[in-house]
């Protein structure tokens, strides 16, 4: 069973920093697409941020210039660095896996909070 793992949130003053990681169980991690997702109340998940098994990152208008996507195939983790935040960041932030034979896994979720 593949379990993702996230780790990182926690409560940050706007324009401060934060690093979310996301540890996958499992075999053949460096062909599994990664991504960050997030979702608030009442609203639909919406992307943050995508890496391909070749590196290749995608990242949502809202974040652009502000997180960076990456990850460690060694640690079969997947890293969000998130600066410059902002309140309308604050969502509950979820690891997303599509493994190469197309099988989509999600973390339970990490809670961001960007508030003064």
């Known amino acids: 069973q593949v379990q993702l793992v996230e780790s990182g949130g926690g409560l940050v ?8 990681s996301c540890t996958a169980s499992g075999s053949f991690f460096s062909l599994n697409h990664m991504g960050w997702y997030r979702q608030t109340p009442g609203k639909e998940r919406e992307l943050v941020a995508t890496i391909t098994s070749d590196g290749s ?8 210039g502000r997180f960076t996507i990456s990850r460690d195939n060694a640690k079969n983790t997947v890293y969000l660095q998130m600066n410059s935040l902002k309140p309308e960041d604050t969502a509950v932030y979820y690891c997303h896996m ?3 034979y197309g099988i ?13």
């Open 104 to 116: 989509d896994y999600w973390g339970k979720g990490t809670l961001v909070t960007v508030s003064s």
């Open 13 to 20: 003053q706007p324009g401060g920093s934060l690093r979310l």
């Open 57 to 64: 990152t995608n990242y949502a208008d809202s974040v652009k």
């Open 98 to 100: 599509r493994n190469h």
